[in-house]
């Protein structure tokens, strides 16, 4: 069964930087284009960013563009976002996501992993 | 970019309810339109694709219609396990965007 397991969330100082992981398993993770979303505690969903299933392609929301980066070891199924020059607004649960398609056609996430939760405070 | 506005933001209802839950792009996005459910402390599951097709293990009450711009999810008869929150999402070009979500809630 198709499993995403996020780690690395922490509670960081603003301005600092973290990198979460997604492992994946349960499929073939190098066949799949891959998402990153968030959750502020209490609001609502705010996608992030995407990759390709070959790792060539990323897109950002303007929100984190600039500061966060999305890529991926398909040799090790594992998915990152590289989160850099963090602010007190970015505190949220983010999860990782699977799209349906591999690349070019931008497909609404099928799973998801449980989260791992950022916490931006001084 | 493409803003998808949601409604109601709340939805009282009640046990065996018929309930619609609507969203609205702000430009044409053909049937690239998603609808989660989401439960406190829970990822979010998918429960239609496409605007209209139901995720394979999603109950049969659970319904997606439109194309274009308007979109609705229809619960029809909603059960205990059904109240929690849904969000709708537009995949039809970078930035995906979320409606703001709309939590059911026992009347």
């Known amino acids: 069964q198709v499993q995403l397991v996020e780690s690395g969330g922490d509670v960081v100082q603003p301005g600092r930087s973290l990198r979460l992981s997604c492992a994946a398993s349960?499929?073939?993770?190098?066949?799949?284009?891959m998402h990153w979303v968030r959750q502020a505690p209490g609001k609502g969903l705010e996608w992030l960013a995407a990759?390709?299933?070959?790792?060539?392609?990323?897109e950002y929301a303007d929100s984190v563009r600039g500061r966060f980066t999305i890529s991926r070891e398909n040799t090790k199924n594992t998915l990152y976002l590289q989160m850099n020059s963090l602010r007190v607004e970015d505190t949220a649960l983010y999860y990782c996501?699977?799209?349906?398609?591999?690349?070019?056609?931008?497909?609404?996430?099928?799973?998801w992993g449980q989260g791992a939760l950022v916490t931006v405070s001084s | 970019d493409i803003q998808m506005t949601q409604s109601p933001s709340s939805l009282p209802a009640s046990v065996g309810d018929r309930v619609t839950i609507t969203c609205r792009a702000s430009?044409?996005?053909?049937?690239?339109l998603a609808w989660y459910q989401q439960k406190p402390g829970k990822a979010p599951e998918r429960l239609i694709y496409a605007a209209s097709s139901l995720q394979s293990g999603v109950p049969s009450r659970f319904s997606g219609s439109g194309s274009g711009t308007d979109f609705t999810l229809t619960i029809s008869s909603l059960q205990p396990e059904d109240f929690a929150t849904y969000y709708c999402?537009?995949?039809?070009?970078?930035?995906?965007?979320f409606g703001q979500g709309t939590k059911l809630e026992i009347k």
């Open positions: 990759i390709s299933n070959d790792g060539g392609y990323q």
């Open positions: 430009q044409d996005i053909r049937n690239d």
């Open positions: 999402l537009h995949h039809n070009s970078y930035p995906l965007t």
């Open positions: 996501a699977r799209d349906v398609y591999s690349a070019g056609t931008v497909g609404a996430p099928d799973y």
């Open positions: 349960g499929f073939t993770f190098s066949g799949q284009a």
